[in-house]
């Protein structure tokens, strides 16, 4: 999912068009982007400083696009969860904001998906139960406390997707999260729909709203609310939650005034989980930071990645068998004013003409379970399978 500057032309091409499509959805309003961009493929290492190559590469494709009449521009789109590698970025010359009532025209709980040929996980449910334990065992013999491990699921159909469809299917089964679509050099798409705001800022204030700890959602009431009740009362859930929120308080806590942190995680509900959730609102020292600045000081954070990241993200290198390019890096936009949002790349998938590839994580801390891991990552996968017409039937 790594960006190829080779292509770069080609997106900039559709998107001069019209025939690539960007959007990104926050409390049931819609942005969406079109006309001549500019790309920006630099790596996001560094953004955090407003001195680096890449927060120079942004300020001067907005300085570019002023020129052209855009007098407010934005940069939107995604960047990976290793800062090393390619942004995926558009600077736009056109953009607005949609009610959602505009936004759900043709919304259907139908993806009219073509018959699937066949699919695969990678790794298989051994492979990463075997990575599971691994992690353990690693865990009892250094100061590694969480790594959050991942699958990756491809669908492979009798037709190309129609895109389109599937990300109205997507947004009719989850109204509530941040959906978005961003089209890839290579021509096909990123699209998902988040639950986990990592950043948005909005004048001097700024909001995260961490998720760490998980149950799969009930069919019949009484058993959702116990599984609910289940992860409130998780020793398991609780810890892994608060390395997430202890580290989002340390990265935030010397560029704010005000930092306002819930002493308890409460839940929060998707239509195939129940989360561990916890509010972050903060006034900031310095409000000439831009939203992106902020996030690349956030991200990776242990939801994600792990706990000491560093660590963690070689222990991921270790035992996963795939890149994961896009996923669990962030995505949302930046306007020159500094104002943005960025949510976690979760709960998504890239579609490439008939292929669709899926991605799922889970948490891993010593006092995991492998079989009930994977059967996380299966249930997270459920939200995507769902748009695609599929039900969350385990695959080996």
Known sequence: ???????????????????????????????????????????????????????????????QIRRDGQPNPMAIGAIPFDLNEPSCLYVPRHYEWRDGADASEAASSVAGMPPLLDQRSIPDEQGFKDAVAHAIVNFRHSDIRKAVLSVTRELRFSAPIDTDRLLSSLRAQNPEGYQFRVPLPDGGDLIGVSPELLLRKQGGRIQSNPLAGSAKRQPLPERDRAAAEMLLRSAKDQYEHRLVIDEVRRVLQPHCLELDISEQPSLH????????????????????????????????????????????????????????????????WCNADGDGEWVVTIRCGTVRQDTVRLFAGAGIVEASEPASEWAETQAKLGTMLSACGLTAEVVS
């Open 269 to 332: 509900a998707t239509s195939a989980l129940w989360h561990l959730s916890t509010q972050v609102d903060g006034l900031l020292r310095d409000e000439t930071q831009n939203a992106l600045q902020l996030a690349c000081q956030l991200h990776p954070t242990p939801a994600v990645c792990g706990f000491p990241t560093e660590r963690a993200r070689k222990l991921i290198n270790l035992v996963e068998p795939f890149e994961r390019g896009l996923f669990t890096g962030l995505v949302g």
């Open 1 to 63: 999912m790594g960006v190829s500057a080779i292509n770069a032309h080609q997106a900039l091409d559709c998107l001069f068009n019209g025939s690539a499509k960007i959007s990104f959805t926050s409390k049931k309003r819609e942005l969406r982007a079109w006309g001549a961009a500019k790309m920006i493929d630099v790596p996001a290492r560094g953004g955090e400083r407003a001195d680096s190559v890449f927060q120079k590469a942004i300020r001067q494709a907005f300085d």
